[in-house]
């Protein structure tokens, strides 16, 4: 049986799919119980669910999606699948590997320290957190950060760094090496592989090694899925209380990290995916 193993941050785990279009059902709140959460653990209508459904018994589609996922995350989940210690679904000579790649802000830095055990050697670094103004500009981790001499020191570095230190670039170069290094891997284990953007960018000609990233392996390269959603939007049948985006939003903005899309849009994801493993691979 072909495997197919699908990496990214919550475009690929298909948050927004859990209510059927219309029902303008899904919130934060319902989203977030725990309850709602254990009915719609599987995220069939995630774009590997629907994948999955329409490749049938042949293939093996799996979704290690993780909601709030940096590429770090996606990147070392994926390096830890490759490992012949892997108890649970090697990824093997011969599999499929389709990875989405999340927002470049969300990288772990690594001269910031996560307090929390769970998550050490990362931090929540999002725009996210600098919507609400001054008090905004600090991760929710180091408020916690005692003693409170220390929390006042990390305050001020991590303001320092936002507004005297931030460089993108840095943050591009570390995706990009991220990208160039399964690239290698992939191709030296014989292992077929997809990479498209979710909702941002990771690929930035500003880096010098730009050409060594192989557009043919992408999906819609130097387009993101909610661009692509975006023009596929005045499409839709106005007539409809609903469009493609999650909670029955009618209209979403580029280069935006929300709403989610919805099952419809998660479908128009899934068909871009089906075409280029026909394109590319021709198993399918």
């Known amino acids: 049986m072909k495997k197919i193993f699908c990496f990214g941050d919550s475009w690929t785990l298909g948050m927004g799919s859990e209510t059927e279009p219309g029902s303008g059902k899904i919130s934060i709140d319902i989203k977030n119980s725990q309850k709602f959460r254990e009915e719609n653990k599987d ?9 999955q459904e329409q490749l049938g018994s042949s293939y093996q589609v799996f979704n290690y999606g993780m909601g709030g996922g940096s590429n770090y995350n996606i990147y070392n989940m994926i390096i830890n699948k490759l ?3 892997e108890p649970v679904n090697p990824i093997k000579r011969g599999d499929i590997v389709i990875v989405g790649w999340t927002s470049v802000i969300r990288e772990p ?3 910031f320290k996560m307090i929390d055990d769970y998550n050490e050697g990362s931090i929540d670094f999002s725009l996210k957190s ?17 003693p409170l001499e220390l929390q006042k020191g990390a305050q001020s570095a991590f303001e ?30 014989g292992i077929d592989y997809i990479f498209f953007n979710a909702f941002e960018n990771v690929v930035s000609k500003k880096i010098h090694f730009h050409n060594q990233i192989k557009k043919e392996n992408w999906i819609l390269f130097d387009y993101t899925l909610s661009d692509y959603l975006c023009d596929i939007e005045p499409t839709i049948d106005k007539s409809l209380t609903y469009s493609v985006w999650e909670d029955d939003i009618k209209k979403n903005e580029r280069n935006n990290d929300g709403p989610h899309p919805n099952r419809l849009g998660y479908c128009y994801i899934k068909d871009l995916v089906h075409k280029k493993i026909k394109e590319k691979i021709c198993l399918i």
């Open 43 to 51: 995220y069939k209508y995630s774009y590997p669910g629907q994948l």
């Open 83 to 85: 490992k012949s210690s």
């Open 109 to 111: 830095l690594s001269f």
């Open 130 to 146: 600098f919507e609400k103004g001054h008090d905004g500009w600090y991760p929710y981790w180091i408020r916690d950060i005692r």
């Open 160 to 189: 320092d760094f936002i507004v005297n230190r931030i460089n993108l670039n840095f943050m591009y170069e570390q995706v990009m090496n991220y990208i160039c290094h399964l690239q290698i891997i992939f191709e030296s284990m």
